[in-house]
């Protein structure tokens, strides 16, 4: 049996990919001062025996881990957060975990957190904490001068993005794993894979009519000059002249032009799409749209997805949707067609199989709280594709 500890261990990723590898493991103890992801983890995982709130009240155990998780909140580095890096307080919760890693000398550590964290101050953020848990080599090149408070540890570091490793979600995350010197510091990070999950597979079949936008919220979303468009056919049935372009788009399938700051104006999305609904007056924004995978999740997870109400979803939910919702038309050609495709939200239970935890596991908490927990947390899979390559 393996022992292991986590910081900001939110709704239990790490546990997930333990479980997922039947890994026999102990938790020698969690942390995380969100009380509503505290809930859901102890709903899934029972209470820890040691499940402190606050890192910096978090007692380091004498006896070494074998493995230590930790994830600093990434809000400091992202866009989200407008990267104020280490101005902002959670930017330098870094040395809390570095500091463990010291006093602790688990035998592996797991760092995660955003792209971002790369670019911070121009490259610099993300060097310092290279030097500082790099004591002896990095990504295979020995130290040859550390600094004095660097970790004996071989790091290796790599952005890692979900859509590559069986989840249709484009989210990039950079991962630092670091070997105790004493321990096998051979390393090499899991290889890419083909995606054959798509978007349509996580959706639910039937979802509550809260979730579907209003015809103001889409009429925000859309291209001033344009909206939702079907190409038409004529009474034969033929279709309408090809243009050069058409050959990206299935005939007679809805496409959405997006409103988006690339140099046409839009982005095009087509059913079974996700389009991020964040800020849907800015000017500035592009990449709203995900062809057949999901945008990264943030706390909000203020995404939607078009969906085809013609497909099998029931008669009842046929029904609601051409009774309640709202229709989507278009006016391409001078003429007005009335789709069979809506726009809705993705519900909480889409947003955590976005991150690959399985339908068993439990949301005890509100909508708004579990959006925000799935956005907090990491991909399941690209943890369990990590944890394989080490030699537990």
């Given at each position: 049996?393996?022992?292991?500890g986590?910081?900001?261990?939110?709704?239990?990723?790490?546990?997930?990919?333990?479980?997922r590898?039947?890994?026999?493991?102990?938790?020698?103890?969690?942390?995380?001062?969100?009380?509503?992801?505290?809930?859901?983890?102890?709903?899934?995982?029972?209470?820890?025996?040691?499940?402190?709130?606050?890192?910096?009240?978090?007692?380091?155990?004498?006896?070494?881990?074998?493995?230590?998780?930790?994830?600093?909140?990434?809000?400091?580095?992202?866009?989200?957060?407008?990267?104020?890096?280490?101005?902002?307080?959670?930017?330098?919760?870094?040395?809390?975990?570095?500091?463990f890693?010291?006093?602790?000398?688990?035998?592996?550590?797991?760092?995660?957190?955003?792209?971002?964290?790369?670019?911070?101050?121009?490259?610099?953020?993300?060097?310092?904490?290279?030097?500082m848990?790099?004591?002896?080599?990095?990504?295979?090149?020995?130290?040859?001068?550390?600094?004095?408070?660097?970790?004996?540890?071989?790091?290796?570091?790599?952005?890692?993005?979900?859509?590559?490793?069986?989840v249709p979600?484009?989210?990039?995350?950079?991962?630092?794993?670091?070997?105790?010197?004493?321990?096998?510091?051979?390393?090499?990070?899991p290889?890419?894979?083909?995606?054959?999950?798509?978007l349509?597979?996580?959706?639910?079949?039937?979802?509550?009519?809260?979730?579907?936008?209003?015809?103001?919220?889409?009429?925000?979303?859309?291209?001033?000059?344009?909206?939702?468009?079907?190409?038409?056919?004529?009474?034969?049935?033929?279709?309408?002249?090809?243009?050069?372009?058409?050959?990206?788009?299935?005939?007679?399938?809805?496409?959405?032009?997006v409103?988006?700051?690339?140099?046409?104006?839009?982005?095009?999305a087509?059913?079974?799409?996700?389009i991020?609904?964040?800020?849907?007056?800015?000017?500035?924004r592009?990449?709203?749209?995900?062809?057949?995978?999901?945008?990264?999740?943030?706390?909000a997870?203020?995404?939607?997805?078009?969906?085809?109400?013609?497909?099998?979803?029931?008669?009842?939910?046929?029904?609601?949707?051409?009774?309640?919702?709202?229709?989507?038309?278009?006016?391409?050609?001078?003429?007005?067609?009335?789709?069979?495709?809506?726009?809705?939200?993705?519900?909480?239970?889409?947003?955590?199989?976005?991150?690959?935890?399985?339908d068993?596991?439990?949301?005890?908490?509100?909508?708004?709280?579990?959006?925000?927990?799935?956005?907090?947390?990491?991909?399941?899979?690209?943890?369990?594709?990590?944890?394989?390559?080490?030699?537990?």
């Amino acid at each position: 049996m393996i022992k292991v500890g986590s910081d900001f261990s939110g709704v239990g990723a790490f546990d997930q990919a333990l479980r997922r590898l039947e890994i026999d493991y102990k938790t020698v103890f969690a942390c995380d001062m969100d009380l509503y992801a505290r809930e859901t983890y102890m709903a899934n995982y029972g209470e820890p025996k040691y499940y402190p709130f606050d890192v910096y009240d978090r007692k380091i155990p004498k006896e070494s881990l074998d493995i230590y998780m930790t994830s600093p909140p990434c809000q400091a580095f992202s866009l989200a957060g407008n990267r104020k890096g280490e101005d902002d307080k959670r930017g330098v919760l870094f040395y809390n975990s570095h500091e463990f890693i010291v006093k602790n000398k688990p035998r592996y550590f797991i760092f995660e957190n955003v792209k971002g964290l790369k670019s911070d101050a121009k490259g610099r953020t993300f060097q310092i904490w290279l030097d500082m848990l790099g004591g002896k080599s990095v990504n295979g090149n020995p130290v040859i001068f550390p600094r004095e408070d660097a970790t004996p540890y071989h790091i290796y570091h790599q952005v890692l993005n979900a859509k590559h490793y069986g989840v249709p979600q484009n989210r990039e995350r950079v991962f630092i794993i670091g070997i105790r010197d004493d321990a096998d510091n051979t390393f090499n990070f899991p290889k890419p894979f083909h995606l054959v999950k798509r978007l349509k597979d996580v959706l639910e079949k039937e979802v509550d009519q809260k979730f579907y936008l209003s015809e103001n919220a889409i009429e925000r979303l859309c291209n001033n000059d344009s909206g939702f468009h079907s190409t038409p056919k004529d009474d034969e049935d033929i279709a309408s002249t090809i243009c050069a372009s058409d050959y990206k788009i299935a005939r007679g399938m809805n496409i959405l032009k997006v409103k988006s700051a690339t140099k046409k104006g839009y982005e095009i999305a087509t059913e079974n799409d996700s389009i991020n609904l964040s800020q849907p007056n800015s000017e500035t924004r592009r990449g709203r749209v995900g062809k057949e995978v999901a945008q990264t999740l943030d706390t909000a997870c203020n995404q939607a997805v078009i969906i085809d109400s013609t497909n099998d979803f029931g008669e009842d939910n046929k029904r609601i949707y051409t009774e309640t919702s709202p229709t989507l038309r278009s006016s391409r050609f001078g003429l007005e067609t009335i789709t069979n495709s809506k726009i809705r939200r993705l519900t909480p239970r889409e947003c955590f199989r976005l991150m690959d935890f399985p339908d068993t596991f439990k949301m005890p908490c509100s909508n708004t709280q579990m959006y925000k927990q799935a956005g907090n947390s990491i991909v399941v899979n690209v943890l369990a594709e990590i944890l394989k390559k080490l030699i537990l």
